[in-house]
């Protein structure tokens, strides 16, 4: 990262009162906004996001306690037909079928189409903030990320809707930004920060860092996962406390210990130790054995309980499973769902 790039990135900490990296993480971060889906004008609107650790003078109550927070993190399979019909299904599941609730999603291989049927959906319009209202981000990419956010769990700084108003206790929507890493494949790492009531402090707020990650693919040579995981743990660092979750694909045997050697802690060896916890190639129709694709990586922040999230098959309209024909399951991966 040359001195420009550097002078950059310290401007964009200091006027977006973010913390970031400050050594050469070759990063270049491009901050972005949350959306809202607006009724009343039928589109998706910009949010305004809290910035600083300050509370406002917004207490919380004595009885406050680190919040235990939700997060589905799913590959949902770009390449594969009717993209619609499979993202709408997990959609429903995800939201309404899953326990505990769901306060964080993190979607990866969001294709064109399925960006689309997401933004479009009744109840992530109704109950859901998203780092997307449109693939103007994605560039030239055929698929991206995605990071959707509770209503029912978070809240803005501000009140752009009656609706949308601070909640004494709840967690806040803060900066939400893209850094771009090293990669053979135009990918990059989807950041946002969250601020929790202070336990120890009514008056202060916890900044907490979001991650979310599709690494490089393929067992090709030189890798660029080691580079790619150590920028996304110098992130972490940075904001003190957070997670990476999302598609780590640890392919080559140098990538099983990538996760440790940064730092983090696998959320699934702290709470499954010696289970296998495959997310890809559970079927037993891929080219390669069953693996652990899907990884939550965190940092100052403690594991409470993870599974790993089956990959159904999609239904028609009588309820039961397509035929053999079309019954493509939701994606190639299944989904990890994590408490922390």
Excluded at 160 to 177: A, D, F, Q, Y
Excluded at 207 to 228: A, E, G
Excluded at 283 to 289: H, S
């Amino acid at each position: 990262m040359d001195w420009y790039e550097r002078a950059r990135t310290s401007a964009l900490s200091r006027i977006h009162g973010t913390p970031l990296p400050r050594s050469d993480t070759q990063a270049r971060v491009v901050f972005r906004s949350w959306y809202y889906f607006d009724p009343d004008g039928q589109q998706w609107m910009p949010a305004r996001a809290t910035s600083t650790t300050d509370n406002g003078g917004i207490l919380g109550r004595d009885n406050d306690a680190p919040p235990l927070l939700t997060l589905l993190t799913w590959n949902i399979d770009a390449s594969s037909a009717r993209a619609e019909d499979r993202v709408s299904e997990l959609i429903a599941y995800a939201t309404a079928q899953l326990h505990p609730d769901v306060d964080i999603i993190f979607f990866q291989e969001v294709s064109r189409p399925a960006l689309q049927q997401i933004l479009k959906d009744e109840t992530i319009r109704g109950s859901w903030f998203s780092s997307e209202c449109d693939d103007r981000a994605w560039g030239n990419q055929s698929f991206a990320t995605m990071t959707l956010l509770s209503k029912k769990r978070f809240a803005l700084a501000g009140s752009e809707t009656t609706t949308l108003r601070v909640r004494v206790g709840s967690p806040r929507l803060g900066p939400v930004w893209r850094a771009s890493v090293p990669s053979r494949f135009g990918r990059d790492a989807l950041c946002c920060d969250i601020f929790t009531p202070s336990p120890n402090s009514f008056t202060r707020l916890t900044r907490t860092r979001l991650i979310k990650v599709h690494l490089d693919s393929l067992p090709l040579n030189p890798s660029y996962r080691p580079r790619q995981v150590s920028i996304i743990s110098r992130f972490l660092r940075s904001a003190g406390r957070g997670l990476a979750a999302g598609d780590f694909n640890p392919v080559l045997e140098e990538d099983a210990t990538l996760v440790k050697r940064n730092g983090l802690i696998d959320a699934w060896e702290a709470v499954h130790p010696g289970q296998p916890g495959c997310t890809w190639g559970t079927d037993g129709k891929q080219a390669y054995p069953p693996t652990r694709l899907d990884k939550v990586a965190l940092l100052g922040l403690r594991p409470h309980d993870i599974n790993v999230v089956d990959a159904k098959r999609l239904i028609n309209a009588d309820g039961q499973a397509t035929d053999s024909e079309n019954n493509s399951p939701w994606s190639d991966h299944h989904g990890l769902l994590c408490s922390f």
